[in-house]
Nanobody, 125 residues
């Protein structure tokens, strides 16, 4: 089975930037969509961004549109999330997600089969 490992989280002041990386191992995920989700204490896991494997089409939650950018390096089996203009409400554990078969949807946790362990992002005011 494949494994996903997130990195790049940390503490940042409001208005600052962070770049998260998700490195996949064990198998290749480049043919299918990958995504980022986040979960704050006491809240449901929510969609942040996704990118399709073939077309490269990207999708974003309304709350991060214009501030976050998702990208991938298929040769390195890695997906990134560039987070700019961070706000305190962005504070959460961020999870990388992947799948190994084609599906239409990319915005639901149920659309994915593999998950990373999560990386903490804390934005101070």
């Amino acid at each position: 089975q494949g494994q996903l490992d997130e990195s790049g989280g940390g503490l940042v002041q409001a208005g600052g930037s962070l770049r998260l990386a998700c490195a996949a191992s064990g198998r290749t995920f480049s043919n299918y969509a990958m995504g980022w989700f986040r979960q704050a204490p006491g809240k449901e896991r929510e969609f942040v961004a996704s990118i399709r494997g073939s077309s490269g089409t990207t999708y974003y939650a309304d709350s991060v549109e214009g501030r976050f950018i998702i990208s991938r390096d298929s040769a390195k089996n890695t997906v990134f999330l560039q987070m700019n203009s961070l706000k305190p409400e962005d504070t959460a554990v961020y999870y990388c997600a992947a799948r190994t078969q084609w599906r239409y949807g990319t915005r639901s946790p149920a659309d994915y089969d593999y998950w990373g362990q999560g990386t903490q992002v804390t934005v101070s005011s």
